[in-house]
């Protein structure tokens, strides 16, 4: 995933935030952050990220 992609990612999470209210806003940055977690692991330890 590129960075443009990622930030995208963020924002859709910020309109979400927004729209939805809390809970499901915590929702959506948990879901976020845990299809990022695994391509943030591998920019921690300076690896390729495999496109996906």
Do not use: C, T, W
Request: aromatic residues 4%.
């Amino acid at each position: 995933m590129n960075k443009k992609n990622e930030l995208g990612l963020i924002r859709l999470s910020f309109l979400l935030q927004d729209r939805m209210g809390e809970m499901s806003a915590a929702n959506a940055n948990r879901i976020l952050i845990n299809r990022l977690r695994p391509q943030a692991n591998h920019y921690l330890r300076g690896e390729k990220v495999l496109k996906s």
